[in-house]
């Protein structure tokens, strides 16, 4: 058990404009990423902050507190590519929940055997 | 001053300014009260004296409790004892008997800091696990598994050399930790997060001092929201 001093500081780096989402939900998140660019006027080579969307379904959430994560999955060309992310990570920019499934476990890791039309989930009515 | 005394109370991990995420120890550090000044003219050196701590008064000695009460006055239910230690000062003069030392009255935020504390007791643990010996093959016949081997050659010198590496108690001594950076103080609750591992079981009582061995180029993390922060005071 963590002491409730440890718990308090962690409770200040947690984010409260997390959606409520689950295993099984269609999710996008966007990751603010940083790069270093070249200004085409000035010439100057500058930090820029960009936007990049994950959109895929949510497969596990695991742990608790500051250390909870996710594991969004999705299919591009075939190729199954996963991305876990710390749930409170302020590269976070914000998760928007596209489609609430409807799954009767915690963790779906059976939808990475699954192909095609077989890798579907329902949608939570 | 050069350090404060202070609790160990656990680990955790905080997001950082770069997006990362750093692994640092939460530290009740102080208040430490000063109990005497050590000057050249009497004891040859300049220090303080400082306690930190709380113990119920019928737990200390007389001998003790007297120091105690001389620095902190008569009537407490419960006095700072669990550890004193001196600090090296410039000036005794100016810390009073009684004073108390937070941790803003020492360190910084980014500063870096030298951590000592009791390391964990191990008991008593063969020579793979103490000295990280790497031991013999664990099958294919192997009748060497985890013991040390030879400990030394022949008639000449026909001794066991002096500290020799071998099987013994592990742990449960004192451990120095240099060059941890502050990541963050929290003034009004006695707390200092210092980046990565800290000697000691949670609970135990730590020392922590400015660094003696300084490196100008180590880089140094800031936890989320602390450029605000400095923003502001400009």
Same mark, same amino acid.
């Given at each position: ?17 997390? #959606? ?19 200004? #085409? ?11 990049? #969307? ?35 990570? #302020? ?35 | ?23 640092? &120890? ?58 004193? &230690? ?29 951590? &000592? ?93 400015? &660094? ?23």
């Amino acid at each position: 058990m963590k002491d409730h001093i440890i718990r308090e500081i962690e409770s200040e780096f947690m984010r409260k404009d997390i #959606p409520d989402f689950k295993a099984g939900d269609t999710v996008r998140v966007y990751i603010r990423i940083k790069e270093m660019k070249e200004n #085409p006027k000035t010439k100057k080579v500058e930090e820029r902050v960009r936007l990049q #969307p994950f959109e895929g379904v949510v497969i596990r959430r695991r742990g608790s507190g500051l250390q909870e994560t996710f594991t969004v999955r999705k299919v591009t060309q075939g190729i199954g590519i996963e991305k876990i992310f710390p749930i409170h990570s #302020p590269v976070i920019e914000r998760i928007d929940v596209i489609r609430r499934g409807k799954v009767r476990r915690s963790r779906i890791y059976y939808i990475r055997e699954r192909r095609g039309k077989a890798a579907r989930i329902k949608e939570l009515r | 001053m050069e350090g404060i005394i202070g609790r160990k109370l656990g680990m955790t991990q905080i997001p950082t300014e770069d997006g990362s995420i750093t692994v640092v &120890t939460v530290i009740e550090a102080g208040p430490c009260y000063v109990l005497q000044g050590k000057t050249v003219e009497k004891d040859g050196y300049n220090a303080i004296k400082v306690a930190f701590g709380e113990v119920p008064k019928k737990r200390l000695s007389k001998p003790l409790l007297g120091e105690l009460v001389k620095a902190l006055g008569d009537g407490r239910e419960t006095y700072p004892a669990q550890k004193i &230690t001196e600090f090296k000062v410039e000036d005794p003069s100016k810390f009073k008997p009684g004073q108390a030392i937070k941790v803003t009255d020492v360190f910084e935020e980014n500063e870096f800091v030298d951590v &000592t504390g009791i390391s964990k007791g191990k008991g008593f643990q063969g020579v793979m696990k103490r000295w990280g010996f790497h031991g013999g093959p664990k099958s294919h016949g192997s009748k060497f598994h985890r013991a040390p081997g030879s400990i030394g050659q022949t008639t000449d010198p026909g001794r066991v050399w002096k500290g020799k590496k071998m099987a013994g108690h592990m742990g449960n001594r004192r451990v120095t930790v240099l060059n941890l950076q502050v990541v963050k103080i929290y003034p009004d609750k006695n707390l200092i997060l210092v980046k990565g591992a800290v000697p000691g079981a949670n609970g135990s009582i730590v020392i922590l001092r400015k &660094t003696k061995r300084p490196k100008p180029n180590k880089p140094v993390v800031s936890a989320l929201g602390s450029k605000k922060k400095e923003e502001n005071k400009k």
